[in-house]
């Protein structure tokens, strides 16, 4: 995503990093923005007192200076507060995604610019084979196809959405270093994988299969698609019917959008 920054013409004054720690873009979106006063926006309270936490530079150090950040809940996200909104690989973890983009929607003020990642279907389908051939249950929940987010995305109100993906391909010495890794990742909350705890023997067999799958070199891939999504928020435009019932804060917006027309 990083490299779309300079095409985007747009030059905010606030942003939101949302999913700050897990999205690691904090460096970044300093040097694009240094003007620019940064919201890390985290699930909770808990995440945001990590995040904030992680943030904490020495009292020497010059980036102690360099941006404005404050680390607040979603919860905690005004509408219309910000101009671009920025989500690094966090959208596969939502259990809801069309409620995460309606948040992001109200939290954009009108004309904002949002920019995520996520994981697409594309991920792992070496080890859902595995699991497939081996007669497990599923070994993560689904990924959402990017076109469906795209079309999600116009349900959630935003403009002018543009999706694209790119495959990378990971590989590891041993099936215990992929498996090593992998769980750094985070659990399986796919509704319909095993319901209890694994055994050492099943985990030998997993091994064994992930091995089976290595390359003439002996090593070890799976493939991660990476969807990227960019969309704008329009000016609201209330349906007009024989009641019609238009919110507040999109009142404000289009009164906003109004004075500016002017």
Not at 129 to 150: E, N
Not at 175 to 197: C, I, K, Q, S, Y
Request: net charge positive.
């Amino acid at each position: 995503m990083a490299r779309r920054l300079p095409v985007v013409r747009l030059q905010p004054q606030r942003v939101a990093d949302w999913g700050a720690f897990l999205g690691a873009s904090h460096e970044l979106l300093a040097q694009a923005y240094p003007r620019a006063r940064v919201m890390a926006v985290e699930a909770d309270a808990a995440r945001r007192d990590a995040t904030a936490a992680a943030l904490v530079r020495p009292w020497w150090s010059p980036r102690r200076w360099s941006s404005v950040v404050s680390v607040v809940t979603e919860r905690e996200v005004g509408a219309g507060q910000v101009q671009l909104l920025w989500a690094n690989m966090g959208l596969h973890g939502a259990i809801d995604p069309a409620a995460v983009l309606r948040q992001w929607h109200r939290a954009l003020a009108v004309d904002g610019f949002l920019m995520f990642s996520t994981l697409g279907p594309g991920t792992l389908t070496r080890l859902r084979s595995v699991y497939t051939h081996q007669g497990w249950a599923t070994p993560f929940a689904p990924f959402v196809d990017m076109h469906d987010l795209g079309d999600l995305l116009v349900e959630a109100g935003f403009a002018d959405p543009v999706m694209d993906q790119e495959t990378v391909t990971l590989t590891w010495a041993s099936a215990t270093a992929l498996l090593d890794e992998l769980r750094t990742l985070g659990g399986n909350v796919a509704t319909g994988r095993h319901a209890g705890l694994r055994t050492p023997r099943w985990r030998r067999r997993l091994l064994d299969a992930l091995a089976a799958t290595a390359a003439a070199d002996g090593r070890v891939a799976l493939d991660f698609e990476v969807v990227y999504g960019h969309a704008f928020r329009p000016p609201p435009r209330p349906r007009l019917a024989a009641r019609t019932e238009v919110p507040l804060d999109d009142m404000r917006a289009m009164a906003r959008a109004g004075r500016k027309a002017g």
